[in-house]
């Protein structure tokens, strides 16, 4: 184990690890929950602000005379844009996460011992 | 009733659990660890957790049982929020997240053990496990009954199918899903609320005439538009039959406090923050919906209440518990109401879950890997975890046909904060800032402090005593407990030996010292970080929220 540490400046250039940074990465973006809110939003939004566009003056009626669809399938695609857009401004950065937290491990690590 | 649900509304319905399933299906994929599997490795964002400790507790009671006080008891009902949860928030973000988090415990009853000794652990363990699976039950049938009126299904096959559900999306990915679909819930339950209360509020011709049908109504009156008028001691008159000081010191102080500062299930959300600053957030952040969420349930309840004036007679197909279900039946046309009924089913889902995630994180580590099987590998506490998730939701159906005896599931959860939340809530209180208090104190405190509310509830229900509401019983069951469990707390330390202090570090206040900083990230320590600064805006608005319903 003691060797580890003189390895870890050339863990860049291993094949293995890289792999495995890349599996980590695409898996962090993947489970990134704005593209999980974003998406199943934009999906409601369409269905919704369609059935508004399509329905007839029954379910306007039922609705006090508003287009409830209408509206709601509005402020559903506008959450779900914000959020697909905020994705693609502000991407996790996994590698940086990660070595903030190893570091800060380390440093709690040597609290707790002194 | 029957909703009308047309295939765009299960298509709806089947997108969402699709998604949650998917989800589930993905993290259990990339989950290596007993730890991650529990506690979501302590990676998450404080937006994230912020959300989900919120959506924890907007469970199908919440929605149904505050719109269900909405219409019993009107506006008074905002007690809950802004007397009752959200200084409680501000208080365990502020005060108690630090030992918490700064301890890396992970559970609270594993804080009681090196706090206090093993015994008072084991307690609070089996405490802990029986008023989960007790609310799981309560979560259960809650639900069961939306399904019931929604969906015309019996109501055994309603919390056997939602069972079900439960069991397959926590197995499938663990708690790291589980606050996944949390904060996707919240939002769905937003979408579906949302339009509710602005049809609702068209039809009523805005705040102002809802205002004039509540007052002129038969069943409601001026009363119902106030939160203090009416409370003062020895001339209750408001709603919930109340004085000022037990809605302060009973709702407040000794039900929200012991509720949000030591219910796991919300505090497994914060611990699963990725650092100091992010768990203290996490509470604080959460606050800010809370703040607005009775606008969404407390609405829709007043506005039940003029629609359909035999909510609350003593006879009648509809108790106020059926306020939502009724609205979104007369107001929401296909569509939207796919939207509402999902977000009913996944408001179900994140209180069911919440209670279950936490019973299993009790069971295999406080009770199981402690004092039964030790020192196994991880696979084998990961194994049993799953195993512990299928057990606790089979007594949660047992319990759910318990809760399903009560005519107010609402002042049945109180009676069971009573009960468990208060005496643990003083226990801690006084352990974390009374250095001298010693481990069989805590002991006797939280055991005495159970048995008093128990006392109470069982005084009260034999007619011995007596109490102006079902809801005033809680308050004075918690005032025995506290009062039980003080007394104890500081008697029994007087005989017992106290524990060494290099036993306490970072365990009370003022011994050794919590690194509030630790594992900051770049930006932790901006301003409008400043959990002080969080806490003190939400105060504000609480209180500011008042001034108009004073």
Redesign the interface.
Known sequence: MSDDSSRDSAAGRDPEIERTEEARSS?AS??D?RR??G???T??GV??LG??LF?GS???E?????D??I???L??LL?GFGMLAWMALRPVDVRA?QD??DE??G??AG?AEG | MRLDLNWLDYVILGCYFLTVLGIGWLARRSISSSLDFLLSGRAMPAWVTGLAFVAANLGALEILGMAANGAQYGIATAHYYWVGAVPAMVFLGIVMMPFYYGSKVRSVPEFLRVRFNNQTHLLQSVFFALSAVLIAGVNLYALAIVLEALLGWPLVVAILVSAALVLAYITLGGLSSAIYNEVLQFFVILAGLIPLVVVGLHDMGGWGGLTDKVTANKNGGDGFLHTWQGTGVGDVTNPLGSSWIGIVFGLGFLLSFGYWTTNFAEVQRAMSARNMSAARRTPLIGAFPKLFIPALTIIPGLIALVLFPKLGADSGQYTYTNAIPLLINKYLPNGVLGIAVTGLLAAFMAGMAANVSSFNTVVTYDIWQTYIKKDRDDAYYLRTGRVFTVVGILIGIGTAFIAAGYSNIMNYVQVLFSFFNVPLFVTFLIGIFWKRMTAWAGFSALLGGTLGALATYLLYKADVVTFRTDLEETFWGSGVAFAVASVLAVGVSMFTQPKPEDELQGLVRGIGATDLNAGELVGDSTWYRNPLLLGGIALGLSVALYIPFW
């Open positions: 898996a993947l489970f929950l999980i809110i998406g199943l939003f999906l409601y269905l919704v059935a508004g329905d029954n379910a306007k039922k609705a006090s005379g508003l409830i669809n509206w709601t399938g402020g559903m959450l996460v903030e937290m800060s491990d440093r709690s609290t």
